[in-house]
């Protein structure tokens, strides 16, 4: 008889971990839970078994102090006590994607809000992901159509491009996102609503999105009564579901509202564990979280993901940091003035302050002709405003203000656009011609 190989066999019992180690709850500060007796990674998940009752709540572990395990629960802290068990699940998190999540809202754990649970037939996607290798990102060649003229005309977006939309409060950022996710060309919309209250949700759904978006699109919510910790799954989990259309070479378009109330989750879970805050109180894992979430979006050797993601500034300032760090990764960025909004000019975008850095390598030279040329009149017109509305101007001082005043109500109409309406690319250059 032929002697048999073990040694395969030895050394997989070898590194096998033959013992469950189950461990207790010492005490809960804040928003952590610390445990002793386990023995688990950042990023594994665990289950605590919730005192007097037999329920379990899901928890993820996020960081060591001294002989104690920090956890982060899933859910709210009610029922947890000293003693409780714990118990490691040996994973990370990973959710089940499909192409079954076409019109459907789920949560930030990947279940669907709303209906019959669904047999998804994708597999498992882990929710963090490494971003495509740079040298296997094919280059953004062609046009994504957002059906917005300003956009299309003098800020084009490619495919693969990540554009930021920058704005204060009540600027009209979600009824942009709705209007472009309704009109674009990509073939699939994940749209993240990630702090969101939970009255807009629903309004979103219906009015700013409607039943054509929303029946290519995945909606994923977590709104802003939901743990830190589940506001960043959700950013993650939206991601991830893009990632998955991505691989099936489809054109993705991310939408995410908003980033900057990811960051300030990730801030709770730094502040919560012990991190050092720095400027404005942000952590230091908040700036390097940023880029690994934003950077997974763009161009891969499959498909495409387009992102668009909204930056809440604070206080209109477009200096504030999580602004500053999103605009330096980011290829471009979409700036909502409230000044505009105002007096009733939507969509809101302030075309000078704008920019595509993409536009120039994706756009052809009459196009880039006109659009420089739009420009240069609304530049021109806006530098000359406060002294042409008190009548300090007199005709004829400036040919180049005279054109500015003529062409300047034809601009306003051009860049103007209201919610129901939508134009294709070729429709957008004809009145770009016709304007200037």
């Known amino acids: 008889m032929t002697a048999l190989n ?18 207790k709850v010492t005490r809960v500060v804040g928003l952590t839970i610390e445990v002793k007796g386990i023995n688990a990674s950042v990023g594994e998940l665990c289950s605590i078994e919730v005192a007097g009752g037999g329920k379990r709540l899901l928890a993820e572990v996020v960081g060591f102090k001294e002989n104690s395990t920090l956890l982060m629960p899933f859910g709210e802290l009610g029922g947890i006590a000293p003693g409780c068990s714990v118990y490691p699940l040996g994973r990370s998190q990973k959710i089940r994607v499909g192409e079954e999540l076409l019109g459907k809202v789920v949560g930030s754990l990947g279940e669907v809000l709303q209906g019959e649970s669904l047999k998804l037939t994708g597999g498992s996607y882990p929710i963090q992901n490494d971003p495509p290798n740079p ?11 957002t059906g917005i003229k300003a956009i299309d005309a003098l800020l084009t977006c490619g495919k693969g491009q990540r554009l930021g939309i920058f704005a204060g409060s009540g600027v009209g950022k979600s009824t942009l996102l709705g209007m472009i996710a309704r009109n674009s060309s990509a073939d699939v919309n994940v749209i ?17 999105l409607g039943p054509e978006g929303l029946s290519r699109s995945v909606v994923v919510v977590s709104t802003s ?3 830190a910790l589940l506001r960043v ?25 908003s980033v900057t109330r990811f960051a300030m989750a990730q801030r709770e879970i730094g502040l919560a564990i012990g991190e050092p805050p720095t400027t404005r109180g942000y952590t230091p894992s908040v700036f390097a979280l940023l880029p690994k979430l934003l950077e997974r979006a763009g161009t891969s050797d499959k498909g495409s993901i387009t992102g668009l993601y909204t930056v809440l500034v604070d206080g209109d300032d ?13 290829d471009g960025h979409i700036v909502l003035s409230r000044k505009l909004a105002s007096q009733n000019h939507f969509p809101a975008i302030d075309v000078l302050e704008s920019i595509s850095r993409l536009m120039p390598k994706i756009t052809t ?13 609304l530049a021109i017109y806006n530098k000359n405003e406060d002294l042409i509305n008190i009548g300090a101007y007199e005709r004829g001082s400036n040919p180049q203000v005279d054109q500015a005043i003529d062409i300047y109500p034809a601009i306003k ?24």
């Open 233 to 257: 799954k959700g950013a993650l989990v939206a991601t991830a579901i893009a990632e998955f259309f991505r691989d099936q070479e489809k054109n993705v378009l991310l939408m995410m509202d």
């Open 192 to 208: 993240g609503l990630i702090g969101e209250r939970g009255r807009e949700v629903l309004e979103f759904i219906e009015n700013d």
């Open 135 to 145: 040298l296997s990102r094919t280059a953004i060649k062609d046009v994504l159509e």
């Open 318 to 330: 477009m200096n504030e940091p999580i602004a500053d760090a999103v605009r330096g990764i980011l």
């Open 413 to 436: 109409d051009f860049l103007k656009q209201d919610i129901k309406e939508s134009y294709s690319f070729q429709e957008t250059m004809n009145v770009l011609r016709a304007t200037v």
């Open 365 to 377: 030279s009459e196009q880039q002709q006109l659009a420089s040329k739009l420009r240069n009149y």
């Open 6 to 23: 073990l040694e395969g066999y030895r050394q997989r019992i070898k590194k096998s971990n033959l013992f469950g180690f189950i461990g």
């Open 225 to 227: 009564d939901q743990p």
